[in-house]
């Protein structure tokens, strides 16, 4: 089946500091990803839509500026948090839907820590 | 009113057991329809699409009723290793809206 790769599994990161994580579909090419974020003992919660080639289209609630989204390819879309404060401490999983509207294939998960 | 809506859980339920979960929707133009399986600071991992028609595999069986918007999921002779949250996902417009999950722990 179509696989996601996302990196780092796991990041530890001090209070005002940048972290990029990477979503790449591996053998499919996908025009839209999704981002989603979990917090401890909740549901996945979408936070934006990764268009290929264009901006992102984001949840309510969720702060273009501080969580920037690139998708710059068909094959890989990037979640940029900024200047991360210990309440974005949470487990960010991408996902992109197969190349036939079928199920979604998610990536790992990163795990941010940020101290 | 959430998109998608599943039984609130947490199901305890002894080995052995079968347990069903619900999860309603709110678009009736939703195209398709899946459970999905978390296990603890994992990711989601599909359990099985369901269709219509119903859709068995082994001791699960999903079924999906489109008049009244739900999607059901029955876990029959329950074991330790069903341990986990379980989300429905619909997906509309090329976009995938999940349950908020239902915890299921299974115990001896």
């Known amino acids: 089946g179509a696989v996601v790769s996302q990196h780092p599994s796991r990041v530890i990161c001090k209070s005002g500091t940048s972290v990029k994580i990477e979503c790449r579909s591996l053998?499919?090419?996908?025009?839209?990803m999704f981002w989603y974020r979990q917090f401890p003992k909740q549901s996945l919660m979408l936070m934006a839509t990764s268009n290929e080639g264009s901006k992102a289209t984001y949840e309510q609630g969720v702060e273009k500026d501080k969580f920037l989204i690139n998708h710059a390819s068909l094959t890989l879309s990037t979640l940029t948090v900024t200047s991360a404060h210990p309440e974005d401490s949470s487990f960010y999983i991408c996902?992109?839907?197969?190349?036939?509207?079928?199920?979604?294939?998610f990536g790992q998960g990163t795990r941010l820590t940020v101290v | 009113r959430k998109e998608v809506e599943q039984d609130p859980g947490p199901f305890n339920v002894p080995e052995g057991a079968t347990v069903a979960f619900n999860c309603t929707y709110s678009n009736s133009a939703s195209q398709s329809f899946f459970w999905y399986r978390q296990d603890c600071r994992k990711e989601p991992k599909l359990l099985m699409s369901?269709?219509?028609s119903g859709n068995e595999d082994g001791r699960f069986t999903a079924q999906l009723n489109r008049a009244s918007q739900y999607i059901s999921l029955l876990i029959r002779d329950s074991k330790l290793s069903d341990s986990a949250t379980y989300l429905c996902v619909v997906n509309g417009a090329g976009k995938s809206t999940f349950g908020d999950g239902t915890t299921l722990t299974v115990k001896p």
């Open positions: 996902s992109a839907t197969g190349p036939h509207d079928t199920e979604a294939f």
């Open positions: 369901v269709y219509s």
């Open positions: 053998d499919f090419q996908a025009t839209t």
